[in-house]
């Protein structure tokens, strides 16, 4: 195994925890539009007048144009550096925000503002898992990507809050608004040292393997059904009963379980020497529980199915992430840029998918489908084990 580019240097790493910060700003910066939409998904059809099937178009669109810029945006941070394109990614982000509480009068113009919100979170993702891989020793790194992908939790757990505190107070352009400056206020955090562009690089590279590409093509489905979470749950619980304010909270409760177990899972993955996408696998076929646990009827079977689906089959990214990351240290951003393809193309279809089988079958239709799209995945998952190499070690470094 060729020696780590000399971006493990020990000024990068001494600044793990200002780099995991960094990551989790950045992340939650660049991802909020398509949460807050989601959750504030009653308030808005009913100004814009969507469906479900047009809340699955809205996220549809965001995720695929993050599919297809998730590549460039790998290379554009191997080439530049995570401070530049992070940077990027937060205006954009932030742009789109007050687009869409200014702007968004229609139907198409929401969808539009959405296809360009796309583009932040790519940005936004590849450059994070770039300073966590660059800047954060090997045995630590487990943890730090869970901290980082809790913050995409963290994003729908605020979308849940506003609910209640803005949209049904002072209506939900307010709480655009101040997402908007929210993301904005993250500019600041961003460091201009310590995020260079890689400027040698030795052994693996980012290449497309198969081992890879399997992983990917099981992120598309697995990120396809975890997505109906964030994106219908709310939707979901008010077409079973419950008062609006209440499913926001719903939604809280379950991207707070994800916030626990994203970290959780990435504090025991330091604490192994490989298996992790036979465990991304095994929290894959508990999330699918989860998921077939909604489409029962009664308050019971909800709140277990969202503790599980959102506990156990949203909490694999950052695990995966890592994974991919242990074995192309060289080209972190280029690498995950792939299997992130396949995060944002599920993102994409699911919606697309779920959203008029929602329409036309109702939820609990929805649900079981998506379950069974999450076994499909960690099936494809346990295959790519065979596939992919070993990773280096690494041995335990002083801090």
């Known amino acids: 195994m060729a020696p780590i580019a000399p971006a493990r240097t020990s000024e990068t790493a001494a600044r793990p925890v200002q780099a995991s910060v960094v990551a989790v700003t950045v992340t939650i910066a660049c991802v909020l539009p398509v949460f807050l939409v989601g959750g504030l998904a009653v308030q808005m059809r009913e100004e814009l007048g969507f469906s479900p099937a047009g809340l699955g178009l809205v996220v549809a669109v965001y995720f695929a144009v993050g599919a297809l810029a998730s590549v460039p945006s790998g290379a554009l941070v191997e080439r530049w550096g995570a401070a530049v394109v992070a940077r990027a990614g937060i205006v954009i982000s932030a742009g789109s925000l007050l687009a869409v509480a200014v702007a968004a009068r229609s139907y198409p113009v929401l969808v539009g503002l959405l296809a360009l919100a796309g583009t932040a979170n790519a940005l936004g993702q590849l450059s994070s898992n770039a300073l966590l891989a660059r800047h954060v020793p090997p045995r630590r790194q487990g943890l730090s990507f869970g901290v980082k992908q809790a913050a995409i939790p963290v994003s729908t757990l605020l979308a849940g809050v506003a609910v209640p505190t803005l949209a049904l107070t002072v209506g939900w352009r307010w709480a655009f608004v101040a997402a908007a400056g929210a993301a904005l206020a993250a500019l600041p955090a961003v460091p201009s040292h310590g995020t260079q562009p890689t400027t040698r ?73 490989g298996g992790h996408v036979a465990v991304i696998a095994g929290l894959l076929v508990a999330g699918a529980v989860g998921l077939a646990l909604l489409a029962a009827a009664g308050p019971g079977p909800l709140m277990v199915g969202v503790v599980l689906g959102f506990g156990l089959g949203w909490s694999w990214p950052g695990l995966m992430n890592f994974a991919v990351v242990q074995l192309h240290p060289q080209a972190p951003a280029a690498a995950t840029s792939i299997t992130q393809t396949g995060v944002y193309a599920g993102g994409a279809l699911g919606p697309l998918a779920l959203g008029p089988l929602a329409a036309a079958a109702g939820y609990p239709a929805m649900w079981l489908t998506a379950a069974a799209a999450m076994l499909v995945a960690a099936a494809l998952m346990l295959t790519a084990t065979r596939l992919l190499p070993t990773a280096p070690h690494h041995p335990t470094r002083p801090t």
């Open 201 to 273: 690089r030795t052994g693996r590279t980012g290449d497309a393997s198969p081992g890879l590409i399997l992983v990917g093509l099981a992120a598309t489905l697995a990120a396809g059904a975890a997505n109906a979470l964030g994106t219908f749950v709310v939707d979901a619980s008010v077409d079973r009963g419950l008062g609006p304010g209440m499913a926001g909270l719903t939604l809280t409760l379950g991207s707070a379980v994800c916030v626990a177990a994203r970290v959780g899972v990435g504090w025991l993955a330091d604490r192994r020497t």
